[in-house]
């Protein structure tokens, strides 16, 4: 069994039934996800013995296999990570100064074909286990060899965004305990506040993610009425804004309104990007504490979509201003390896 992706619980009862103490845990999870540890050997605090008894019962700490990895001039970097039973998904670094974030999927696929986005017309193959989201962060560090997790800032590593291929809402289970690994402050040791997860919409989820988690939410907005949101986003049809905004309600009353909701809005020329767009976006989200973010869409071959000109981004991030919500524009990062937003798909779908 791999062992990427356990929690205390699971890796307690594997040092049980081989009769070893469960504060052994302590010191395996330490090397699993404080050391990065890649092999049994290099455990040099647990005894020859049970070092042995691991690797004899097949336990591995397997990273998923890089079949490409892409590197853009903004120093972007995009992975092609293969997993045993072959499939195959991307995973996105994208670097600051001194930071930097880690876009993990959580899905092969996925199964809401937006209209804009690239993953969402690939065909869907499967949920991914809590084990193959964190090793997704964990094949990052080893990439750039930050390990064992950095106490110190800087970390070039610092941040993780649930928005790489895939609805996270939708394989609930396995992203929450993926994100409890990785905000473990004895393992990878992650800071809450630099987790975002980002959701089209599954409203029923929501308030979970504010009770379990205590990380950022971002919501896939886009369109500030149902009858645009319907036609870009299926999802809507299932959730329409209403039910939407209630649940990222709940979400607030729980979280606190300091956490703020990030609004993603990718401009759509001509679909959702009008001055009245604008107004009406606004009047969807009052009495909630949100900020924008505007995404100008990065284009792929098939897709009818075009970018807003760029004017027309600049005034209806002036309208949101003037009204005092936060609206930057965003920069878009690692276009030219398809590593920007909406532009991940694994290459066996090319
Ligand atoms: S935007 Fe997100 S939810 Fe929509 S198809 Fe793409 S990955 Fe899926």
Redesign the pocket.
Known sequence: MNLIGLNRDALTSILTGMDEKPFRVKQLWHWIYFQGATDFGAMTTLSKTLRAKLSDAGHTLKRPVVVREQNAADRTRKWLLRFDDGTEIETVYIPEDDRGAVCVSTQAG?P???A??R??SMKFRRNLTAGEIVAQFMAARDSYGEWPSPSLEPRYLSNVVVMG???PLLNYEATRDALKIITDPEGIALSKRRVTLST?GVAPVIPRVAEDLDVKLAV?LHAPTDEVRDKI?P?NRKYPLKELMAACRKFQDIAGTRNYITMEYVMLDGVNDSEADARELMRLVKGLAVKFNLIPFNEWTGCPFKCSPTGRIVKFSKILENAHYAAPVRVSRGQEIMAAC?QLKAAADN
């Open positions: 996925c809401n074909a937006c804009f986005c993953t969402g291929m895939g609805e089209s896939s986003m999802i909406g």
